[in-house]
Nanobody
């Protein structure tokens, strides 16, 4: 069992930055893929970024490449999403999720591949 808790959301102006954190309790992230998803009102949940804890491969959606960076801290059992140059269209509830997928994440994983989800954190980018 993995419990995930996100934090770091908030209100920021366009062009600003936020860092989201996803902390694990219950066990470590070892052997898991950790992904960040977002869901805006009226839209489907979309994959934003992912990182494989075991092999270190990463995935980024085209819309965030060059602006977002996913990273991990083994000692703190945490995964981070550094979001720079935020756009109003980045406004959404952001979720972290854990998957037992053992392969590469270079092509991304859909939400059905993730078993554990956090409660989400709101990110609002004003224009």
């Amino acid at each position: 069992q993995v419990q995930l808790v996100e934090s770091g959301g908030g209100l920021v102006q366009a062009g600003g930055s936020l860092r989201l954190s996803c902390a694990a309790s219950g066990r470590t992230f070892s052997g898991y893929v950790i992904g960040w998803f977002r869901q805006a009102p009226g839209k489907e949940r979309e994959s934003v970024a992912a990182i494989s804890w075991s092999e270190g491969s990463t995935y980024y959606a085209e819309s965030v490449k060059g602006r977002f960076t996913i990273s991990r801290d083994n000692a703190k059992r945490s995964v981070y999403l550094q979001m720079n140059n935020l756009h109003p269209e980045d406004t959404a509830v952001y979720y972290c999720a854990a998957s037992a997928w053992m392969g590469t994440v270079a092509d991304g994983l859909g939400p059905a591949m993730y078993k554990y989800w956090g409660q989400g954190t709101q990110v609002t980018v004003s224009s």
